[in-house]
């Protein structure tokens, strides 16, 4: 479980140019949720994730992973319990390894890791059968440098890299948005099957209206540093463009296309 109870952060604090990007923010993450953030841009959805990432360290309250306070924590402290995707395919990958040796890789965060990365017989089958799962070909192409793929494909192994060690938390920073959107629309798919495959409990933030209807267990809607909706349970299952942009007009938020 993730909870966040009434945290701020302001840029330029006490100056006239002050932006308060985050004002009071409570929420708690259930486990096994899959939590969609939109907002228009400025609304602090993404200083949101990187809040719960520890990119920066909040101005007041506090965060919590399962019992743990991890507030005061940065990213490298948090990375052993939680897992990122960017919006840029090409981050969090080493271009000149190969499939194999990052998916290796990314399965030993946080253990203590000697001068071979000891990928044996036995462990490339599973990354083999977990690359497979992912229906792009890619079982195929084990040995392959990560930087020669797609940046679908890439984001697509990115995704799996994040999601095979079972995170507290996966926090997906519009990771599709740099792609065209026949990739966009797999990648999120993918996202959604190893969300349920591994049983993670994910945030996402987007632009997307249909994204946000179609995927996730709950939407969550910010607007100038705070959130104004929260749709849940049989709601969200109901939830379609038309409604959530209702949602959208009766907070007054204004859309621009």
């Known amino acids: 479980m993730i909870k966040v109870e009434s945290i701020s952060k302001y840029y330029g604090k006490n100056t006239p140019n002050e932006v308060v ?32 990432a520890g990119t920066f360290i909040c101005d007041s309250g506090r965060i919590m992973v399962d019992n743990a306070d991890v507030t005061k924590e940065p990213d490298f402290k948090r990375a052993k319990y939680i897992g990122r995707v960017f919006q840029n395919p090409y981050s969090g990958t080493a271009p000149t390894m190969t499939i194999a040796e990052n998916l290796q890789m990314a ?21 083999q059968e977990q690359l497979k799962a992912l229906q792009m070909g890619l079982e195929n192409r084990m040995d392959t440098p990560i930087g020669l793929l797609s940046g679908g494909q890439r984001q697509a192994v990115t995704l799996l ?29 993918i996202t959604n099957d190893l969300i349920q495959r591994f049983n993670l409990t994910a945030l996402m933030v987007t632009h997307s209206m249909s994204y946000a209807a179609r995927f996730g267990t709950r939407v969550i809607m910010m607007n100038l540093g705070d959130i104004v909706c929260d749709i849940r349970g049989e709601e969200k299952r109901n939830l379609n463009e038309e409604a959530l942009m209702q949602r959208f007009n009766e907070r007054h938020i204004h859309i621009i296309y």
């Not at 399965?107 to 990354?127: C, H, M, N, Q, V």
């Not at 095979?164 to 948005?177: G, N, R, V, Y």
């Open 161 to 189: 890299m994040a999601a095979m060690q079972k995170p507290k938390i996966l926090l997906l920073d519009e990771h599709t948005a740099a792609l065209d959107p026949i990739s966009a629309e797999q990648v999120l798919y």
């Open 21 to 52: 990007a985050l004002d009071r923010v409570s929420m708690t993450i259930e486990e096994g949720e899959f939590v969609v953030v939109i907002g228009v841009n400025g609304s602090g959805k993404s200083t949101l994730l990187n809040a719960l």
């Open 107 to 127: 399965s030993l965060r946080g253990e203590r890791k000697g001068l071979k990365i000891g990928l044996t017989k036995e462990r490339r089958a599973y990354l």
